[in-house]
T-cell receptor
Framework: GNSVTQMEGPVTLSEEAFLTINCTYT??????LFWYVQYPGEGLQLLLK?????DKGSNKGFEATYRKETTSFHLEKGSVQVSDSAVYFC??????????????FGTGTLLAVQP | ETGVTQTPRHLVMGMTNKKSLKCEQH?????MYWYKQSAKKPLELMFV???????ENNSVPSRFSPECPNSSHLFLHLHTLQPEDSALYLC???????????FGEGSRLTVL
């Protein structure tokens, strides 16, 4: 079945460091790919998405490119801030009959940014 | 009004209690979801409702009972839970086809 694998955390970085969180997926067909972020004590928020191969999603300085050849959707940011500390989830959409979408999530990667 | 609102935010219950979690969405979406988030595990999809009709039930124990009276409201009724059911329960909604889910802040459940 479809699945998502992301790097285990925690990832600990100093402020202004470069961030990469790896995500690879297994899927039949052509799923959409997502990164969600969960700040402490909150629910998940969509960070960015890509709906087809070679698309690049971007938001708040974060980027991820949908790579079909490597089945990857790695999250990157050039210069992290303390406020980026959160748990990041990679996900893919697994559509089944009808109008609804089912998101399959990775286990999440905790990012801790130190001043 | 925020997009997806969940109440209560925190709930502590004994194994013999009956309680309910409530979710309300103000986004005009037509699908709603319950997810369970446990430590060090991927989010688990529990239930999906599309146009108020249940379309997915991922082998969830019968002590969890969902209810979707209309497209804006979703409940999760809880009865005779186990300590391992302690988790963050997240509600989400989506509009058909787009694939993007909007989540509430979650209800943190502790079963004693």
């Amino acid at each position: 079945g479809n699945s998502v694998t992301q790097m285990e955390g925690p990832v600990t970085l100093s402020e202004e460091a470069f961030l990469t969180i790896n995500c690879t997926y297994t899927a039949t067909g052509y799923p959409s790919l997502f990164w969600y972020v969960q700040y402490p004590g909150e629910g998940l928020q969509l960070l960015l998405k890509a709906t087809k191969a070679d698309d690049k999603g971007s938001n708040k300085g974060f980027e991820a490119t949908y790579r079909k050849e490597t089945t990857s959707f790695h999250l990157e940011k050039g210069s992290v801030q303390v406020s980026d500390s959160a748990v990041y989830f990679c996900a893919l959409s697994d559509r089944y009959g009808g109008a609804t979408n089912k998101l399959i999530f990775g286990t999440g990667t905790l990012l801790a940014v130190q001043p | 009004e925020t997009g997806v609102t969940q109440t209560p935010r925190h709930l502590v219950m004994g194994m013999t209690n009956k309680k309910s979690l409530k979710c309300e969405q103000h986004l005009g979406h037509n699908a709603m979801y319950w997810y369970k988030q446990s430590a060090k595990k991927p989010l688990e999809l529990m239930f999906v409702y599309s146009l108020e009709e249940r379309v997915e039930n991922n082998s969830v124990p019968s002590r969890f009972s969902p209810e979707c009276p209309n497209s804006s409201h979703l409940f999760l009724h809880l009865h005779t839970l186990q300590p391992e059911d302690s988790a963050l329960y997240l509600c989400a909604s989506s509009q058909e086809i787009r694939g993007e889910l909007f989540f509430g802040e979650g209800s943190r459940l502790t079963v004693l």
